[in-house]
């Protein structure tokens, strides 16, 4: 069964404090994505990697860093959190022929 | 740059009834065309794709419609029941192995 697996469900962290957010896929897949979802913006894709140490920036990259140094595993950082970035993030992976994203149940991250 | 967007926020159908959710993208050159549904707790699910070259396709009571001359894209639901209460999403890809963009989402709810 396909899995992609988000590192906690909810969290909650301080201003100021670097955030990573973990996400892993067990269907060896070439892509993976970092989204946002806030309420009537729908998904903004924050980061893209096609591969192992690569990766592209989305829409809303500002204030994040990503991470891809094991094909499974892609990690968002949140160099200084800051409340704007409190917010739900979901993270994705798909192969290299087909348009099926496989999501992880997302991160609920309150920034106080 | 690129967006895609939905006419309508949120939906109410009688259960029974088909439903027809709406969507418009700014992107000539995406290459594929998708529809995801979210249930409440839960990360996106793909549903259906449609290429550029199609302008309809069907699966299981949905049926996508493309119309490339307006930028617009359509998902019709056959029949509509209770399970199929979600927010609903549009997505473009330039390929199969790109970025996805996704719109802002239709909220689909049933009445009894």
């Known amino acids: 069964d396909v899995k992609v697996t988000q590192s906690s469900r909810y969290l909650v962290k301080r201003t100021g404090e670097k955030v990573f957010l973990e996400c892993v896929q067990d269907?060896?897949?070439?892509?993976m994505f970092w989204y946002r979802q806030d309420p009537g913006l729908g998904l903004r894709l924050i980061y893209f990697s096609y591969d192992v140490k690569m990766k592209e920036k989305g829409d809303i990259p500002e204030g994040y860093s990503v991470s891809r140094e094991k094909k499974e595993r892609f990690s968002l950082i949140l160099e200084s959190a800051s409340t704007n970035q409190t917010s739900m993030y979901l993270c994705?992976?798909?192969?290299?022929?087909?348009?099926?994203?496989?999501f992880g149940q997302g991160t609920r991250l309150t920034v106080v | 740059g690129e967006s895609v967007g939905l006419h309508l926020p949120t939906l109410s159908v009688q259960e029974g009834d088909n439903s027809i959710i709406n969507c418009a993208y700014s992107n000539s050159a995406s290459d594929y065309f998708i529809w995801y549904k979210q249930e409440s707790g839960k990360g996106p699910q793909f549903i259906i794709d449609i290429r550029s070259n199609m302008d309809k396709r069907q699966g299981q009571r949905v049926t996508v419609l493309l119309n490339k001359t307006v930028k617009h894209l359509s998902l019709q639901i056959a029949a509509t029941q209770p399970g199929d209460s979600a927010v609903y999403f549009c997505a473009e890809s330039y390929s199969s192995a790109s970025k996805i963009i996704f719109g802002s989402g239709t909220r689909l709810s049933i009445r009894p």
């Open positions: 994705a992976s798909r192969g290299p022929t087909n348009t099926e994203a496989f």
């Open positions: 269907m060896d897949h070439e892509n």
